[in-house]
């Protein structure tokens, strides 16, 4: 039951750090990075920012732990959700775990409790035998998860990665506009305007010969769909995931270009887009499969003339972000109806139902 809470935790700092390759065996969690790195910096966390008074921190600095291994840890307890499964650690010894099966019905009362120090590798359930000192960690971890938001608990998977917030549904059902030189848009909006669903994206922008550049990219190299000049043509490359990758390929002519994907979610994962290339020359126009259908992009979200971080596509690879020289005015996106039978991109509320 330590999956994702005992890892390793690499600091390299050759200027500052003399003890190369030591380890440390004290305890740290990622809240504490914050308060590490101020402290290194001798800066205080502002009690204020913009006239509001700030929340504070969670974690404690380990700073003295990265220049002396006899340093003791600060860190002590920390609470755990995910999924709906909850753990607390408590004095650097006690941990106590509530697992939530998926689709399963939430019981809230399945605690089991270990002694790290005497069984490390959690095989004596003390919860039984120590009902008191269950209860005394139990209250530590309401109290912190009052405080951090952890409840109600949702132990769903997928229908819960692709549901959407109430307050979100009207946003991600109207038509968006998008701009160059602004930060990357949040995958958490932009994707489910394309997600399993009829879409139109449309983007004017200029080309002159020899320009190249990516256009727009939505993901990165795990999933997700890019436009791009290359060699003469415009390149529309969508990224299924996996092993799915397919380019379609249009000649491009200098002047104003209008490009628009028009995709047509057929149900079931499936997909189709024509895309239309207008060119002073007239208009360039084939047809991608885009299956399975993008349901949701949790990393990277979309960038406009140039693609960030990790490439959409492999032929944009070790180009930097590849940024477009020519002019992008804008890039529109027109969501439609979700697939037949699509569970995609429903309200919280309604996801929630038992269908």
């Avoid at 959700?81 to 941990?95: F, M, P, S």
């Avoid at 972000?321 to 020519?326: D, E, K, L």
């Avoid at 890039?331 to 699509?342: E, F, K, N, T, V």
Wanted: charged letters at 25%; one cysteine or more.
């Amino acid at each position: 039951m330590n999956g994702g809470i005992r890892v390793p935790f690499i600091t390299y700092w050759p200027a500052r750090i003399a003890e190369a390759g030591a380890v440390r065996r004290e305890w740290v969690h990622v809240n504490d990075i914050l308060p590490t790195m101020l402290d290194l910096l001798g800066v205080a966390y502002p009690a204020q920012f913009a006239g509001y008074r700030t929340r504070g921190m969670d974690g404690v600095s380990f700073k003295d732990m990265l220049f002396d291994g006899a340093a003791p840890t600060r860190r002590q307890n920390q609470h755990y959700e995910l999924e709906g499964n909850r753990g607390y650690i408590a004095d650097n010894r006690w941990k106590i775990a509530s697992l939530q099966p998926p689709g399963t019905k939430i019981d809230l009362d399945n605690w089991v409790m270990f002694d790290l120090v005497a069984d490390p590798t959690e095989i004596t359930n003390l919860a039984p035998t120590q009902p008191d000192k269950l209860r005394e960690i139990i209250a530590r971890f309401e109290a912190d998860a009052e405080a951090n938001y952890v409840y109600p608990l949702d132990n769903r998977t997928v229908k819960r990665g692709l549901s959407i917030n109430p307050y979100l549904k009207r946003e991600v059902d109207s038509s968006h506009t998008f701009y160059p030189g602004t930060e990357t848009a949040h995958s958490y909006l932009a994707s489910p305007l394309m997600a399993d669903r009829d879409y139109e994206l449309t983007v004017s922008f200029t080309y002159a010969a020899g320009q190249e550049g990516v256009i727009f990219a939505l993901g990165d190299i795990s999933r997700g769909i890019a436009a791009f000049v290359i060699g003469g043509e415009l390149v529309v490359h969508y990224n299924g995931g996996f092993i799915v990758k397919r380019d379609l390929r249009l000649p491009i002519q200098p002047g104003e270009q209008l490009l628009r994907i028009s995709h047509k979610a057929l149900g079931k994962m499936q997909g189709t887009a024509v895309v239309t290339l207008d060119t002073p020359a007239g208009a360039a126009q084939g047809e991608l499969n885009m299956s399975p259908t993008i349901l949701r992009i949790t990393g990277e979200g979309l960038d406009i003339g140039l693609d960030r971080r990790s490439k959409v596509c492999a032929e944009c690879e070790g180009r930097g972000t590849f940024a477009y020289p020519g002019r992008i005015d804008w890039l529109r996106i027109d969501p439609g109806p979700q697939a037949p039978g699509s569970f995609v991109n429903l309200a919280e509320e309604l996801a929630q139902r038992d269908w």
